[in-house]
């Protein structure tokens, strides 16, 4: 079964500490790997898609990396203006499906 | 990135009323859109996807005559929340894939809240 888990549930940081968030997952053949960022009350915004292990992409503070089980949203040096929750999914090739994780709920303190 | 819009971004209305929300992708076209109900500190739960010009699947445990998805054009898909009752109350938001190529991300609506009194 396909499956999608993030950790921490939250996480607080200080203004500056850099840190990573982690997604693993398990999917029957990976067509791609997402990060969203997601404001309260606000629908989902797209930041990467990963499709193969080995493959990074970064944007600003936010690098994310991808292995064969596991992705990570490494974000350096962040601001208040990062916190946010930030969603992991997955699409198997088989299938439109998203499959969504419960978010990591990231709060920086100036 | 592609634009999603998704109208109202808030509603509220009386038990027993329909609510009709819409779906526009803006500037690409979208032949896979998705329907998803999120509670408060909770992930997005898929709803139904919607292929254009055809039947939407619903997953398991969604009512397909309780919430309606016509996906009528490759820009437009619609959710009516029939008959609403106040458990219905929640965050709808829809997204829309546009395939090119190989690359397959989806891009998100802005979201609609739904009240029910």
């Known amino acids: 079964e396909d499956q999608v888990t993030q950790s921490p549930e939250a996480l607080r940081l200080q203004e500056g500490e850099s840190s990573s968030l982690n997604c693993s997952y398990t999917v029957s053949g990976l067509r791609g790997l997402f990060w969203y960022r997601q404001d309260p009350g606000k629908g989902p915004e797209f930041l990467f898609t990963l499709y193969s292990a080995g493959e990074e992409k970064e944007k600003e503070r936010l690098k994310a990396t991808l292995t064969k089980k596991e992705s990570f949203l490494h974000i350096t040096a962040p601001k208040p203006e990062d916190s946010a929750t930030y969603l992991c999914a997955v699409q198997a090739r088989a299938g439109n499906q998203f499959y969504f994780g419960t978010g990591t709920s990231l709060t920086v303190i100036p | 990135g592609a634009v999603v819009s998704q109208h109202p971004s808030w509603v509220i209305c009386k038990s027993g009323t329909s609510v009709k929300i819409e779906c526009r992708s803006l500037d690409f076209q979208a032949t896979t859109m998705f329907w998803y109900r999120q509670f408060p500190k909770q992930s997005l739960m898929l709803m139904a996807t919607s292929n254009e010009g055809s039947k939407a699947t619903y997953e398991q445990g969604v009512e397909k005559d309780k919430f309606l998805i016509n996906h009528a054009s490759l820009t437009l898909s619609t959710l009516t929340v029939t008959s609403a009752h106040p458990e219905d109350s929640s965050f709808y938001i829809c997204?829309?894939?546009?395939?090119?190529?190989?690359?397959?991300?989806?891009?998100f609506g802005q979201g609609t809240r739904l009240t029910v009194v």
């Open positions: 997204s829309a894939r546009a395939p090119t190529g190989y690359r397959t991300e989806a891009f």
